[in-house]
């Protein structure tokens, strides 16, 4: 008996803690120098949220910031380098996207001079999408939506408001210059 709720217990805790990848679309300027950022700011906006739904706004805020801090970014709202913005559009619209290369890949030959090869999308209702500026240079550098396999997220859900914004922000993977070479220093230096 004790091991069939050692079992269930582990079935009910390995639910709680996976997620499902949702399937998301991202663009990147060839102007990004994503190797060189270490803070972030949120652009101040007026929300899009009614105010019944300024909860919303604070789990998606929440859930980048977790992201952006495992990251390694700081959080700087003294000239940061970066400025991210988030916008849930309650409508379905069309949307320019691009054909590029997988940023992985880019990021390895870091080419400037390729084009931007132009997609029209079609945005369902209920998509979030999030966008990183370079401040310095005043661009758009990244930004990550879902596709139209994604379909409307319930945004009363946070478990699902967590999981839209993971799930995006997992496709930007850069982590903060000097980040992982600081954590390499700790390491050496624990007896």
Not at 59 to 86: A, T, V
Not at 90 to 110: A, C, H, T, V
């Amino acid at each position: 008996m004790k091991k069939l709720y050692s079992i269930a217990l582990l079935i009910l805790l390995t639910g709680c803690f996976s997620y499902k990848e949702l399937p998301v679309e991202y663009d990147y300027s060839y102007r990004g120098r994503f190797d060189k950022y270490n803070s972030y700011d949120f652009i101040r906006q007026e929300e899009n949220f009614t105010d019944s739904k300024t909860e919303i706004s604070g789990m998606i805020r929440g859930s980048i910031e977790s992201h952006m801090n495992f990251l390694g970014y700081k959080l700087r709202d003294r000239k940061p380098d970066l400025l991210l913005s988030y916008t849930v559009y309650m409508d379905s619209l069309n949307f320019r996207g691009y054909s590029q290369p997988d940023i992985e890949e880019w990021m390895r030959k870091k080419d400037r001079d390729l084009s931007y090869d132009q997609l029209k999308l079609n945005i369902p209702r209920g998509t979030l999408l999030i966008q990183v500026f370079d401040r310095k240079q005043n661009v758009s550098i990244w930004q990550g939506y879902a596709t139209d396999n994604y379909g409307d997220v319930n945004f009363a859900d946070q478990r699902e408001v967590r999981n839209a914004v993971r799930s995006i922000l997992n496709k930007y993977q850069f982590f903060a210059d000097g980040f992982l070479e600081e954590k390499k220093e700790l390491m050496t230096q624990t007896p």
